[in-house]
């Protein structure tokens, strides 16, 4: 089993900065992509970004944006330690959301299994 937890959620000024963090436990060895997707209300869950593993950030893995993410979110994530963070400059109007992390696994069919966190509330006020 994946476990994955993830915390950075909470009242966000317009603005102002935004730091989510997921760490990942448990059957880590053969994961091959973690990243972030969110759910606003009344809306399907979008993905936002993905970190493919290759090896390091530097020889290897790929990160890959939604076009709305582009240029907007940051994607960085520690191979070794199994987390992945996801961050924005400056939140606007559209960022209100449940940002929930995912991770995923080959399972024995050679299918990818998609683990999910509880997700975290990013709610954008003054």
């Known amino acids: 089993q994946v476990y994955l937890a993830e915390s950075g959620g909470g009242l966000v000024q317009p603005g102002g900065s935004l730091r989510l963090s997921c760490g990942v436990s448990?059957?880590?060895?053969?994961?091959?992509?973690m990243g972030w997707h969110r759910q606003a209300p009344g809306k399907p869950r979008e993905y936002v970004a993905l970190?493919?593993?290759?090896?390091?950030?530097?020889?290897?893995?790929?990160?890959k944006y939604a076009e709305f993410a582009k240029g907007r979110f940051t994607l960085t994530g520690d191979n070794d330690k199994n987390t992945v963070d996801l961050q924005k400059s400056s939140v606007t109007p559209d960022d209100p959301a449940v940002y929930y992390c995912?991770?995923?696994?080959?399972?024995?069919?050679?299918?990818?299994?998609?683990?999910w966190g509880q997700g975290t509330q990013v709610t954008v006020s003054t």
């Open positions: 995912s991770a995923g696994a080959p399972s024995g069919n050679g299918a990818l299994r998609i683990y």
């Open positions: 448990g059957r880590t060895f053969n994961i091959s992509v």
């Open positions: 970190l493919e593993r290759g090896g390091t950030q530097q020889h290897g893995d790929t990160v």
